[in-house]
């Protein structure tokens, strides 16, 4: 078994632990141009939610692998479920959880598409529930500068040099032949909800992978594993408070997601 991917805890485990943060990773089933596999934004997020329960006493937990990649649909593989059934998905794991005495849920999400769970999230704290979404912007933003990382956020949209270094870092295997010479740049997507990515790119990517590499993958899931430590504070924090000012966030170049998606 993977335990990248499938958490192998058993029940004492669990209960030994005594995390009262679970951590949902949330991916997607998509194109990723002929040098990523479909299921990359699920690696993504599984990679990431590894490096926080590395890191964090959390109760991990297995991946929600099909998302809202309606955007991808031009091309062969990709599945998508309605953001209707994603919010239903996440808020039943959040209502089981709370069940079994797990009060806090952080969802990992590997595609920016999945839109909908930056309203998910809303709606749960707005009923004094403890949810939060991760990475923000300005996590990804961090972990791009600690690791080197020359594309912007905007620009490193999908399998671009992110994508590509995790990859290369956590499944070198999967990553295809070819990505030296994949590099796409569409910057202007403002039509991308009508249009869908086939109306700015061929290949299905938008970024520059040929820059990727397993050392800037490295680095960047070690600074997304030092954000999380706001996010676990903000969450076990007996009576909440104003959350304080990540170190990059201030500057900044990176936007909520609203004009496109990265992943």
């Given at each position: 078994m993977d335990v990248s991917l499938v958490?192998?805890?058993t029940s004492d485990d669990v209960r030994e632990r005594g995390s009262g943060v679970a951590v949902l990773p949330v991916g997607s089933f998509e194109q990723h141009g002929p040098h990523l596999?479909?299921?990359?934004?699920?690696?993504?997020?599984?990679?990431?939610?590894?490096?926080?329960?590395?890191?964090?006493?959390?109760h991990l937990l297995p991946p929600v692998t099909i998302g809202c990649s309606h955007e991808h649909a031009d091309w062969p593989g990709t599945v998508s479920i309605s953001a209707v059934t994603l919010h239903a998905v996440v808020r039943d794991i959040a209502d089981s959880l709370r069940r079994s005495g797990v009060g806090a849920l952080v969802v990992v999400n590997g595609h920016?598409?999945?839109?909908v769970l930056g309203n998910v999230v809303q709606e749960s704290s707005a009923r004094g529930e403890r949810m939060?979404?991760?990475?923000?912007?300005?996590?990804?933003?961090?972990?791009?500068?600690?690791?080197?990382v020359v594309t912007s956020l905007l620009t490193d949209m999908h399998a671009g040099e992110i994508e590509t270094s995790i990859l290369l870092h956590k499944h070198p295997e999967l990553v295809r032949p070819g990505y030296e010479a994949a590099d796409f740049v569409a910057d202007d997507r403002r039509h991308l909800l009508s249009l869908g990515m086939s109306a700015y790119t061929d290949s299905g990517v938008i970024g520059r992978p040929s820059l990727g590499s397993a050392e800037k993958g490295k680095e960047l899931l070690a600074s997304l594993a030092d954000s999380f430590g706001e996010y676990v504070s903000l969450l076990t924090a007996e009576t909440a408070g104003t959350p304080s000012t990540s170190e990059g966030s201030d500057d900044s170049e990176a936007s909520d997601g609203s004009d496109g998606e990265r992943g």
């Open positions: 958490p192998a805890d596999p479909l299921a990359t934004d699920t690696l993504v997020a599984c990679a990431v939610a590894r490096a926080v329960a590395d890191a964090y006493p959390v920016g598409g999945n839109y939060a979404l991760f990475p923000a912007a300005e996590d990804w933003e961090t972990a791009r500068r600690r690791a080197g």
